[in-house]
């Protein structure tokens, strides 16, 4: 990054939508929505069975992976209702470029041999939907530099010093 610019997302309403309303859009959007329901019936059924006969150790490995597992599908989740609302009208694609809508980075720590093999299975399914979403991403949104308003910045930089 070049010192004075910061990155900023521009949309690209033309994209968007027709992304928005691709078959490839209703296809994932459904596929997420599918497996945020699978995983679901799994951790509040056989998945908290597995658990109560684990190890201590195993259950702190089971009880991260759930929770890395339904913060990432809560995202694409949110992702995806953003998108929805973009191609029904409801918000601009303008709107939908706010960097807090987007989807970030993924944190993909390795799988601990010690969760069960469904539970294993569920991330995996949920990663790579999460690589799938993050391609639809980057291509309905682009990343630019803006440069940094060096007046605004040093009057910025004036309140914080004079600020009580």
């Known amino acids: 990054m070049i010192a004075g610019v910061k990155p900023a997302f521009a949309a690209r309403p033309g994209v968007i939508l027709d992304q928005a309303a691709a ?28 658990c109560r006969r684990m190890s201590r150790g195993a259950a702190a490995d089971y009880a991260a992976e759930s929770m890395r597992l339904t913060t990432r599908l809560m995202k694409v989740a949110a992702w995806l209702m953003m998108q929805r609302s973009v191609r029904e009208g409801v918000t601009s694609p303008e709107a939908a470029a706010d960097p807090r809508y987007r989807l970030g980075d ?40 803006v440069a940094a308003n060096p007046v605004a910045s040093q009057l910025e930089r004036l309140r914080f010093a004079f600020a009580s």
Do not use: N
């Open 23 to 50: 078959e490839l859009f209703e296809r994932t959007f459904r596929e997420g929505m599918d497996l945020i329901d699978e995983v679901t019936a799994y951790l509040d059924g056989i998945g908290r069975l597995e």
């Open 106 to 145: 993924p944190t993909s720590p390795r799988l601990s041999p010690q969760v069960p093999a469904t539970l294993a299975f569920l991330s995996r399914r949920a990663d790579r939907l999460h690589d799938r979403v993050s391609r639809m991403d980057r291509q309905m949104y682009v990343e630019i530099e």
